[in-house]
Protein backbone atom coordinates (compact mmCIF):
# COMPACT_ATOMS: atom_id res chain seq x y z
CA UNK A 1 0.00 0.00 0.00
CA UNK A 2 2.17 2.39 0.98
CA UNK A 3 5.00 1.23 -1.99
CA UNK A 4 2.43 1.66 -3.96
CA UNK A 5 1.64 5.55 -2.78
CA UNK A 6 5.78 6.18 -2.91
CA UNK A 7 5.68 5.24 -6.61
CA UNK A 8 3.15 7.39 -7.03
CA UNK A 9 4.25 10.57 -5.48
CA UNK A 10 7.60 9.51 -7.50
CA UNK A 11 6.02 9.77 -10.51
CA UNK A 12 3.98 13.42 -10.07
CA UNK A 13 7.16 14.63 -8.73
CA UNK A 14 8.67 13.53 -12.42
CA UNK A 15 6.05 14.63 -14.12
CA UNK A 16 5.94 18.11 -12.73
CA UNK A 17 9.52 18.22 -13.39
CA UNK A 18 8.58 17.25 -16.77
CA UNK A 19 6.22 19.43 -17.29
CA UNK A 20 8.06 22.78 -16.00
CA UNK A 21 11.11 21.67 -18.29
CA UNK A 22 8.65 21.95 -21.40
CA UNK A 23 6.92 25.61 -19.61
CA UNK A 24 10.75 26.96 -19.60
CA UNK A 25 11.47 25.51 -23.07
CA UNK A 26 8.13 27.20 -24.61
CA UNK A 27 8.89 30.37 -23.11
CA UNK A 28 12.22 30.69 -24.30
CA UNK A 29 11.33 30.49 -27.96
CA UNK A 30 8.28 32.34 -27.88
CA UNK A 31 8.40 35.15 -25.39
CA UNK A 32 12.22 36.20 -25.99
CA UNK A 33 14.56 35.15 -23.28
CA UNK A 34 14.29 38.82 -21.14
CA UNK A 35 10.30 38.03 -20.31
CA UNK A 36 11.12 34.50 -19.65
CA UNK A 37 13.60 35.36 -17.64
CA UNK A 38 10.82 37.09 -15.36
CA UNK A 39 8.46 34.33 -15.62
CA UNK A 40 11.34 31.96 -14.91
CA UNK A 41 12.05 33.37 -11.78
CA UNK A 42 8.49 33.44 -10.44
CA UNK A 43 8.33 29.65 -12.00
CA UNK A 44 11.92 28.78 -10.55
CA UNK A 45 10.98 29.80 -7.53
CA UNK A 46 7.66 27.95 -7.46
CA UNK A 47 9.16 24.63 -9.16
CA UNK A 48 12.21 24.75 -6.58
CA UNK A 49 9.93 24.92 -3.36
CA UNK A 50 7.36 21.85 -4.89
CA UNK A 51 10.43 19.97 -6.00
CA UNK A 52 11.96 20.19 -2.24
CA UNK A 53 8.42 19.90 -0.61
CA UNK A 54 8.60 16.75 -2.71
CA UNK A 55 11.91 15.66 -1.57
CA UNK A 56 11.40 16.05 1.71
CA UNK A 57 8.10 13.66 1.73
CA UNK A 58 9.73 11.24 -0.55
CA UNK A 59 13.45 10.95 1.34
CA UNK A 60 11.78 9.90 4.94
CA UNK A 61 9.27 8.09 3.12
CA UNK A 62 11.55 5.63 0.81
CA UNK A 63 13.81 5.35 3.83
CA UNK A 64 11.12 3.84 5.71
CA UNK A 65 9.53 1.77 3.64
CA UNK A 66 13.63 0.56 2.77
CA UNK A 67 13.10 -0.55 6.65
CA UNK A 68 9.72 -1.91 6.79
CA UNK A 69 10.51 -4.26 3.64
CA UNK A 70 14.01 -5.16 5.45
CA UNK A 71 13.01 -6.38 8.56
CA UNK A 72 10.00 -8.14 6.93
CA UNK A 73 12.28 -10.24 4.96
CA UNK A 74 14.35 -10.78 8.00
CA UNK A 75 10.89 -12.24 9.55
CA UNK A 76 11.02 -14.73 6.49
CA UNK A 77 14.33 -15.83 7.10
CA UNK A 78 14.00 -16.59 10.93
CA UNK A 79 10.21 -18.49 9.97
CA UNK A 80 12.04 -20.00 7.64
CA UNK A 81 15.28 -21.45 9.91
CA UNK A 82 12.74 -22.31 12.88
CA UNK A 83 11.03 -24.93 10.19
CA UNK A 84 13.98 -26.02 8.93
CA UNK A 85 14.62 -26.55 13.06
CA UNK A 86 11.34 -28.88 13.07
CA UNK A 87 9.55 -25.73 15.25
CA UNK A 88 6.37 -26.65 12.68
CA UNK A 89 3.97 -24.69 14.97
CA UNK A 90 6.10 -21.27 13.78
CA UNK A 91 3.82 -18.54 11.98
CA UNK A 92 4.67 -15.25 10.24
CA UNK A 93 2.58 -12.21 11.20
CA UNK A 94 0.92 -11.06 7.79
CA UNK A 95 0.63 -7.19 7.48
CA UNK A 96 -1.21 -5.28 4.70
CA UNK A 97 -2.37 -6.67 1.83
CA UNK A 98 1.13 -6.59 -0.66
CA UNK A 99 2.74 -9.04 -2.53
CA UNK A 100 4.78 -9.99 -0.06
CA UNK A 101 2.33 -10.46 2.15
CA UNK A 102 0.82 -12.76 -0.30
CA UNK A 103 4.16 -14.66 -0.01
CA UNK A 104 3.69 -14.62 3.80
CA UNK A 105 0.20 -16.10 3.61
CA UNK A 106 0.99 -18.84 1.42
CA UNK A 107 4.21 -19.81 3.65
CA UNK A 108 2.14 -20.32 6.98
CA UNK A 109 -0.29 -22.25 4.81
CA UNK A 110 2.39 -24.60 3.95
CA UNK A 111 3.44 -24.50 7.40
CA UNK A 112 0.29 -25.54 8.24
CA UNK A 113 -0.09 -28.46 5.98
CA UNK A 114 3.02 -29.58 6.74
CA UNK A 115 2.66 -29.70 11.24
CA UNK A 116 -0.82 -32.12 10.17
CA UNK A 117 0.98 -34.18 7.49
CA UNK A 118 3.61 -34.13 10.38
CA UNK A 119 1.24 -35.42 13.23
CA UNK A 120 -0.43 -37.65 11.44
CA UNK A 121 2.66 -39.90 10.74
CA UNK A 122 3.64 -39.26 14.13
CA UNK A 123 0.32 -41.28 15.31
CA UNK A 124 0.52 -43.86 12.79
CA UNK A 125 4.29 -44.83 13.94
CA UNK A 126 2.90 -44.39 17.76
CA UNK A 127 -0.03 -46.72 16.89
CA UNK A 128 2.51 -49.02 14.84
CA UNK A 129 5.01 -48.78 17.92
CA UNK A 130 2.06 -50.13 19.96
CA UNK A 131 0.95 -52.87 17.75
CA UNK A 132 4.23 -54.17 17.05
CA UNK A 133 4.97 -54.09 21.12
CA UNK A 134 1.77 -55.84 22.42
CA UNK A 135 2.98 -58.64 19.71
CA UNK A 136 3.71 -61.85 21.02
CA UNK A 137 6.77 -62.21 18.52
CA UNK A 138 10.36 -60.32 19.00
CA UNK A 139 10.64 -57.98 15.90
CA UNK A 140 13.61 -55.90 15.48
CA UNK A 141 14.76 -54.08 12.41
CA UNK A 142 18.24 -54.11 10.80
CA UNK A 143 20.05 -52.10 8.40
CA UNK A 144 22.16 -52.63 5.73
CA UNK A 145 25.37 -52.71 7.54
CA UNK A 146 24.17 -54.85 10.09
CA UNK A 147 23.19 -52.10 12.91
CA UNK A 148 19.88 -52.14 14.85
CA UNK A 149 17.60 -49.74 13.78
CA UNK A 150 14.38 -50.73 15.94
CA UNK A 151 13.16 -53.06 17.91
CA UNK A 152 10.02 -53.88 20.11
CA UNK A 153 9.56 -54.38 23.54
CA UNK A 154 9.41 -58.73 23.14
CA UNK A 155 13.11 -58.28 21.48
CA UNK A 156 14.54 -56.44 24.39
CA UNK A 157 12.64 -58.62 27.02
CA UNK A 158 14.10 -61.64 24.87
CA UNK A 159 17.71 -60.04 24.83
CA UNK A 160 17.80 -59.41 28.34
CA UNK A 161 18.53 -55.76 27.79
CA UNK A 162 18.05 -52.57 25.72
CA UNK A 163 19.22 -52.75 21.66
CA UNK A 164 20.40 -49.33 21.35
CA UNK A 165 19.38 -47.84 17.86
CA UNK A 166 22.70 -47.79 15.58
CA UNK A 167 24.82 -49.86 17.58
CA UNK A 168 25.89 -53.68 15.90
CA UNK A 169 22.86 -56.53 16.63
CA UNK A 170 26.07 -58.35 17.32
CA UNK A 171 26.41 -56.18 20.43
CA UNK A 172 23.32 -57.03 21.57
CA UNK A 173 22.64 -61.06 20.21
CA UNK A 174 25.24 -63.62 20.60
CA UNK A 175 23.14 -66.91 19.33
CA UNK A 176 25.60 -68.03 16.25
CA UNK A 177 22.26 -69.30 14.25
CA UNK A 178 20.51 -65.94 14.72
CA UNK A 179 23.35 -63.98 13.39
CA UNK A 180 24.04 -66.50 10.41
CA UNK A 181 20.04 -66.13 9.22
CA UNK A 182 20.39 -61.89 9.87
CA UNK A 183 23.88 -62.11 7.50
CA UNK A 184 21.83 -64.45 5.05
CA UNK A 185 19.45 -62.13 4.55
CA UNK A 186 21.02 -59.50 4.17
CA UNK A 187 23.98 -60.61 2.05
CA UNK A 188 21.64 -62.85 0.16
CA UNK A 189 18.31 -60.71 0.10
CA UNK A 190 16.67 -64.02 0.89
CA UNK A 191 14.17 -65.10 3.69
CA UNK A 192 15.81 -66.91 5.93
CA UNK A 193 14.30 -69.25 8.68
CA UNK A 194 16.36 -70.85 12.03
CA UNK A 195 15.84 -71.72 15.53
CA UNK A 196 17.77 -69.93 17.87
CA UNK A 197 18.15 -71.75 21.78
CA UNK A 198 21.38 -69.76 23.28
CA UNK A 199 19.26 -66.17 23.37
CA UNK A 200 17.13 -66.72 26.95
CA UNK A 201 18.32 -69.78 28.91
CA UNK A 202 15.98 -72.42 28.28
CA UNK A 203 13.78 -70.95 25.60
CA UNK A 204 13.65 -71.74 21.54
CA UNK A 205 12.63 -69.40 19.35
CA UNK A 206 12.23 -69.59 15.86
CA UNK A 207 13.85 -67.23 13.62
CA UNK A 208 12.23 -65.81 10.97
CA UNK A 209 14.97 -63.16 9.09
CA UNK A 210 13.08 -61.46 5.65
CA UNK A 211 15.45 -58.97 3.77
CA UNK A 212 13.83 -55.55 3.25
CA UNK A 213 13.39 -53.61 0.15
CA UNK A 214 14.67 -50.77 1.48
CA UNK A 215 17.62 -52.33 2.65
CA UNK A 216 18.68 -54.00 5.87
CA UNK A 217 16.24 -56.55 6.77
CA UNK A 218 13.53 -57.48 9.34
CA UNK A 219 13.79 -59.97 12.33
CA UNK A 220 11.02 -62.48 13.87
CA UNK A 221 11.66 -64.41 16.68
CA UNK A 222 8.96 -66.81 17.74
CA UNK A 223 8.61 -68.72 21.30
CA UNK A 224 7.98 -72.06 20.03
CA UNK A 225 9.83 -73.76 23.58
CA UNK A 226 6.06 -74.71 24.33
CA UNK A 227 5.53 -76.73 21.05
CA UNK A 228 9.25 -78.29 21.37
CA UNK A 229 9.22 -79.28 24.61
CA UNK A 230 5.31 -81.21 23.77
CA UNK A 231 7.36 -82.29 20.79
CA UNK A 232 10.14 -83.84 23.21
CA UNK A 233 7.37 -84.84 25.52
CA UNK A 234 5.54 -86.92 22.49
CA UNK A 235 8.63 -88.42 21.18
CA UNK A 236 9.73 -89.78 24.99
CA UNK A 237 6.27 -91.34 25.22
CA UNK A 238 6.17 -93.06 22.39
CA UNK A 239 9.66 -94.16 22.87
CA UNK A 240 8.70 -95.33 26.53
CA UNK A 241 5.59 -97.02 25.97
CA UNK A 242 7.24 -98.91 23.13
CA UNK A 243 10.10 -100.27 25.60
CA UNK A 244 7.71 -100.90 28.50
CA UNK A 245 5.36 -103.07 25.26
CA UNK A 246 8.72 -104.60 24.16
CA UNK A 247 9.71 -105.76 27.86
CA UNK A 248 7.03 -108.21 28.44
CA UNK A 249 6.52 -109.02 24.65
CA UNK A 250 10.03 -110.31 24.31
CA UNK A 251 10.12 -112.41 27.48
CA UNK A 252 6.41 -113.96 26.23
CA UNK A 253 7.83 -114.65 22.79
CA UNK A 254 10.95 -116.40 24.44
CA UNK A 255 8.78 -118.18 26.68
CA UNK A 256 6.24 -119.36 24.07
CA UNK A 257 9.04 -120.70 21.58
CA UNK A 258 10.64 -122.67 24.12
CA UNK A 259 7.58 -124.25 25.14
CA UNK A 260 7.10 -124.75 21.01
CA UNK A 261 10.13 -126.24 20.45
CA UNK A 262 10.64 -128.67 22.99
CA UNK A 263 8.78 -131.61 22.12
CA UNK A 264 8.50 -133.03 25.80
CA UNK A 265 8.27 -130.53 28.33
CA UNK A 266 8.14 -131.52 31.87
CA UNK A 267 4.77 -130.13 33.34
CA UNK A 268 6.67 -128.52 36.28
CA UNK A 269 8.04 -126.28 33.42
CA UNK A 270 5.37 -125.30 31.57
CA UNK A 271 3.56 -124.37 34.40
CA UNK A 272 6.69 -122.37 35.34
CA UNK A 273 7.07 -121.17 31.99
CA UNK A 274 3.25 -120.33 31.64
CA UNK A 275 3.03 -118.38 35.11
CA UNK A 276 5.90 -116.01 33.66
CA UNK A 277 3.91 -115.48 30.17
CA UNK A 278 0.79 -114.89 32.62
CA UNK A 279 2.51 -112.25 34.91
CA UNK A 280 4.03 -110.23 31.37
CA UNK A 281 0.68 -110.52 30.16
CA UNK A 282 -0.87 -109.03 33.42
CA UNK A 283 1.84 -106.56 33.40
CA UNK A 284 0.98 -105.62 30.01
CA UNK A 285 -2.81 -105.36 30.37
CA UNK A 286 -2.09 -102.90 33.44
CA UNK A 287 -0.09 -101.02 31.30
CA UNK A 288 -2.75 -100.34 28.28
CA UNK A 289 -5.12 -99.93 31.62
CA UNK A 290 -2.93 -97.30 32.92
CA UNK A 291 -2.74 -95.91 29.10
CA UNK A 292 -6.11 -95.18 28.72
CA UNK A 293 -6.88 -93.89 32.16
CA UNK A 294 -3.61 -91.24 31.78
CA UNK A 295 -5.08 -90.52 28.00
CA UNK A 296 -8.60 -89.86 29.33
CA UNK A 297 -7.10 -87.65 32.02
CA UNK A 298 -5.20 -85.69 29.75
CA UNK A 299 -8.16 -85.10 27.03
CA UNK A 300 -9.20 -81.52 27.27
CA UNK A 301 -12.83 -82.84 27.02
CA UNK A 302 -11.90 -84.87 30.78
CA UNK A 303 -14.43 -83.68 33.17
CA UNK A 304 -14.69 -84.90 36.79
CA UNK A 305 -18.21 -85.11 37.41
CA UNK A 306 -18.51 -82.81 40.99
CA UNK A 307 -20.36 -82.87 44.01
CA UNK A 308 -20.53 -82.52 47.33
CA UNK A 309 -18.79 -85.41 49.73
CA UNK A 310 -17.44 -84.99 53.26
CA UNK A 311 -14.05 -85.54 53.65
CA UNK A 312 -14.31 -87.99 56.24
CA UNK A 313 -16.07 -90.29 54.06
CA UNK A 314 -13.95 -90.06 51.18
CA UNK A 315 -11.25 -91.01 53.47
CA UNK A 316 -13.24 -93.91 55.07
CA UNK A 317 -14.51 -95.23 51.36
CA UNK A 318 -10.56 -95.51 50.53
CA UNK A 319 -9.52 -96.77 53.56
CA UNK A 320 -12.56 -99.43 53.31
CA UNK A 321 -11.61 -100.46 49.44
CA UNK A 322 -7.87 -100.80 49.48
CA UNK A 323 -7.99 -102.26 53.59
CA UNK A 324 -7.63 -105.71 52.57
CA UNK A 325 -4.63 -105.57 50.82
CA UNK A 326 -2.98 -104.08 54.19
CA UNK A 327 -4.07 -106.40 56.11
CA UNK A 328 -2.54 -109.22 53.90
CA UNK A 329 0.75 -107.73 54.08
CA UNK A 330 0.83 -106.91 57.43
CA UNK A 331 1.05 -103.24 56.91
CA UNK A 332 -0.85 -101.32 59.65
CA UNK A 333 -3.01 -98.85 57.90
CA UNK A 334 -3.56 -95.74 60.54
CA UNK A 335 -6.23 -93.08 60.21
CA UNK A 336 -5.87 -89.88 62.59
CA UNK A 337 -8.50 -87.58 61.40
CA UNK A 338 -10.96 -86.23 59.17
CA UNK A 339 -13.07 -82.67 59.42
CA UNK A 340 -16.67 -83.30 58.88
CA UNK A 341 -16.66 -80.51 55.85
CA UNK A 342 -18.03 -80.70 52.37
CA UNK A 343 -15.24 -80.73 49.36
CA UNK A 344 -16.37 -80.86 45.60
CA UNK A 345 -14.72 -84.48 44.28
CA UNK A 346 -16.01 -86.92 41.95
CA UNK A 347 -16.06 -90.00 43.79
CA UNK A 348 -15.00 -92.70 41.57
CA UNK A 349 -11.93 -89.95 40.43
CA UNK A 350 -11.02 -89.56 44.19
CA UNK A 351 -11.31 -93.46 44.33
CA UNK A 352 -8.25 -93.73 41.68
CA UNK A 353 -6.29 -91.37 43.49
CA UNK A 354 -6.32 -92.66 47.18
CA UNK A 355 -5.82 -96.34 45.29
CA UNK A 356 -2.69 -94.98 43.73
CA UNK A 357 -1.46 -93.56 46.75
CA UNK A 358 -2.11 -96.12 49.03
CA UNK A 359 -0.93 -98.74 46.68
CA UNK A 360 2.61 -97.26 46.27
CA UNK A 361 2.42 -96.42 49.72
CA UNK A 362 1.95 -100.36 50.17
CA UNK A 363 4.53 -101.36 47.44
CA UNK A 364 7.45 -98.72 47.98
CA UNK A 365 7.07 -98.46 51.51
CA UNK A 366 6.15 -101.65 53.41
CA UNK A 367 9.36 -102.38 55.13
CA UNK A 368 7.87 -98.69 57.33
CA UNK A 369 5.42 -101.07 58.65
CA UNK A 370 2.75 -98.66 59.02
CA UNK A 371 0.72 -95.87 56.64
CA UNK A 372 -1.18 -92.92 58.07
CA UNK A 373 -4.19 -91.61 56.18
CA UNK A 374 -5.60 -87.65 57.44
CA UNK A 375 -6.89 -84.39 56.40
CA UNK A 376 -6.95 -81.33 57.70
CA UNK A 377 -9.51 -78.25 57.08
CA UNK A 378 -7.40 -75.55 55.76
CA UNK A 379 -9.42 -72.16 54.66
CA UNK A 380 -10.75 -72.99 51.63
CA UNK A 381 -9.99 -76.24 50.98
CA UNK A 382 -9.02 -79.77 52.73
CA UNK A 383 -5.86 -81.55 52.53
CA UNK A 384 -5.44 -84.81 52.55
CA UNK A 385 -2.25 -86.87 53.56
CA UNK A 386 -0.96 -90.38 53.33
CA UNK A 387 2.23 -90.64 55.14
CA UNK A 388 4.52 -93.35 55.34
CA UNK A 389 7.98 -94.90 57.31
CA UNK A 390 9.65 -96.11 54.26
CA UNK A 391 12.81 -95.54 52.72
CA UNK A 392 11.75 -92.31 51.23
CA UNK A 393 12.56 -90.38 48.36
CA UNK A 394 16.00 -88.36 47.40
CA UNK A 395 15.11 -84.87 46.70
CA UNK A 396 16.62 -84.94 43.13
CA UNK A 397 13.39 -86.70 42.49
CA UNK A 398 10.93 -85.16 44.19
CA UNK A 399 10.34 -82.49 41.24
CA UNK A 400 9.88 -85.38 38.70
CA UNK A 401 8.27 -88.09 40.18
CA UNK A 402 4.73 -86.87 38.97
CA UNK A 403 5.55 -87.36 35.73
CA UNK A 404 4.79 -89.82 33.21
CA UNK A 405 6.68 -92.90 33.04
CA UNK A 406 9.33 -91.38 35.93
CA UNK A 407 10.25 -94.20 38.76
CA UNK A 408 13.37 -94.04 40.69
CA UNK A 409 14.53 -97.34 40.73
CA UNK A 410 12.99 -98.57 36.95
CA UNK A 411 14.06 -102.36 37.94
CA UNK A 412 12.20 -102.31 41.19
CA UNK A 413 9.60 -100.99 40.03
CA UNK A 414 8.81 -102.74 36.91
CA UNK A 415 9.19 -106.20 39.07
CA UNK A 416 6.68 -105.11 41.76
CA UNK A 417 4.47 -104.09 38.28
CA UNK A 418 4.78 -100.59 38.72
CA UNK A 419 4.30 -98.64 34.51
CA UNK A 420 5.42 -95.05 36.40
CA UNK A 421 1.87 -93.36 35.48
CA UNK A 422 0.22 -93.73 38.52
CA UNK A 423 1.65 -90.23 40.34
CA UNK A 424 0.63 -88.55 36.62
CA UNK A 425 -2.64 -89.60 36.79
CA UNK A 426 -3.16 -88.53 40.22
CA UNK A 427 -1.60 -85.17 39.27
CA UNK A 428 -4.51 -84.31 36.73
CA UNK A 429 -7.30 -85.59 38.65
CA UNK A 430 -6.44 -83.67 41.62
CA UNK A 431 -5.47 -80.18 38.97
CA UNK A 432 -8.93 -81.38 37.55
CA UNK A 433 -10.85 -80.71 40.46
CA UNK A 434 -9.36 -77.77 41.27
CA UNK A 435 -6.65 -78.66 43.98
CA UNK A 436 -3.14 -78.92 44.45
CA UNK A 437 -0.57 -82.13 44.94
CA UNK A 438 2.81 -82.46 46.04
CA UNK A 439 5.29 -84.43 48.10
CA UNK A 440 7.31 -84.12 50.81
CA UNK A 441 10.16 -86.75 52.34
CA UNK A 442 13.64 -86.99 53.12
CA UNK A 443 15.18 -90.40 52.06
CA UNK A 444 15.37 -92.75 54.88
CA UNK A 445 12.79 -90.97 56.70
CA UNK A 446 9.38 -91.98 54.91
CA UNK A 447 6.99 -89.94 52.42
CA UNK A 448 4.29 -87.67 52.76
CA UNK A 449 1.93 -87.34 49.73
CA UNK A 450 -0.77 -84.56 49.96
CA UNK A 451 -3.00 -83.34 47.63
CA UNK A 452 -6.22 -80.71 48.14
CA UNK A 453 -9.86 -80.27 47.13
CA UNK A 454 -12.05 -77.12 47.51
CA UNK A 455 -14.46 -77.10 49.61
CA UNK A 456 -18.06 -76.92 48.82
CA UNK A 457 -19.86 -73.57 48.17
CA UNK A 458 -22.54 -74.09 50.49
CA UNK A 459 -23.04 -71.24 53.63
CA UNK A 460 -23.66 -74.25 56.28
CA UNK A 461 -20.28 -75.48 55.96
CA UNK A 462 -18.66 -73.47 58.59
CA UNK A 463 -14.99 -74.34 59.52
CA UNK A 464 -15.14 -76.83 62.33
CA UNK A 465 -12.24 -78.56 64.52
CA UNK A 466 -11.27 -81.56 63.19
CA UNK A 467 -12.51 -84.79 64.51
CA UNK A 468 -10.79 -87.79 65.44
CA UNK A 469 -11.86 -90.93 63.87
CA UNK A 470 -11.40 -94.72 64.88
CA UNK A 471 -8.07 -95.86 63.34
CA UNK A 472 -8.75 -98.47 60.35
CA UNK A 473 -6.87 -101.65 60.32
N1 LIG B 1 5.60 -93.93 48.86
C1 LIG B 1 6.66 -94.00 48.06
N2 LIG B 1 7.88 -94.23 48.57
C2 LIG B 1 8.95 -94.28 47.77
N3 LIG B 1 8.92 -94.13 46.43
C3 LIG B 1 7.72 -93.93 45.87
C4 LIG B 1 6.53 -93.85 46.65
N4 LIG B 1 5.50 -93.62 45.82
C5 LIG B 1 6.02 -93.56 44.57
N5 LIG B 1 7.34 -93.75 44.59
C6 LIG B 1 8.26 -93.75 43.44
O1 LIG B 1 7.64 -92.97 42.45
C7 LIG B 1 7.59 -93.69 41.21
C8 LIG B 1 6.36 -93.29 40.45
O2 LIG B 1 5.18 -93.75 41.07
P1 LIG B 1 3.92 -94.02 40.20
O3 LIG B 1 2.80 -94.34 41.09
O4 LIG B 1 3.77 -92.90 39.26
O5 LIG B 1 4.37 -95.24 39.30
P2 LIG B 1 4.41 -96.78 39.67
O6 LIG B 1 3.83 -97.01 41.02
O7 LIG B 1 5.82 -97.19 39.44
O8 LIG B 1 3.52 -97.36 38.55
P3 LIG B 1 1.94 -97.38 38.50
O9 LIG B 1 1.46 -96.54 39.62
O10 LIG B 1 1.66 -96.80 37.17
O11 LIG B 1 1.59 -98.79 38.60
C9 LIG B 1 7.60 -95.12 41.63
O12 LIG B 1 8.13 -95.93 40.59
C10 LIG B 1 8.50 -95.10 42.82
O13 LIG B 1 9.84 -95.16 42.41
MG1 LIG C 1 1.88 -96.21 41.48
Not at 114 to 124: I, R
Not at 310 to 329: E, P
Not at 437 to 463: I, K, M, Q, R, Y
Request: glycine share 8%; net charge neutral; hydrophobic share 45%.
Amino acid sequence: MTQRLFTKLLGVFLLLLAVQMLVVEFLIHRIGERAAGEVLGVLGRDALWSALLALLVALPLSAWVSRRGKARLRRLVEFSRRIADGDLAARIDIQGGDELSKVEAALNKTAERLAQDFAELESGRAELAVMLDSMQEGVVAITSNGAVRWSNAVMQGIAGLQLIPGRPLLHFVRDPNLLACVRGALERSELCVGRASLLAPGRVFEVNAAPLLSGGALVVLHDVTGIEAAQKSRREFVANVSHELRTPLTSIQGYVETLIEDPNPSPETTLEFLGVILKNASRMTRLTEDLLALASVESPDYKVKLQPVRARVLLSDAIDSIGGKFVDSGVELQSTSAPDSLVMADPDAMHQVFGNLLENALKYAKSGKRIRVSARLLASEVEFTIQDFGPGIASEHLERIFERFYRIDKARSRESGGTGLGLAIVKHIVQAHGGRVWVESELGNGASFHFTLPLAPVLENPPQPAQQTPAAA
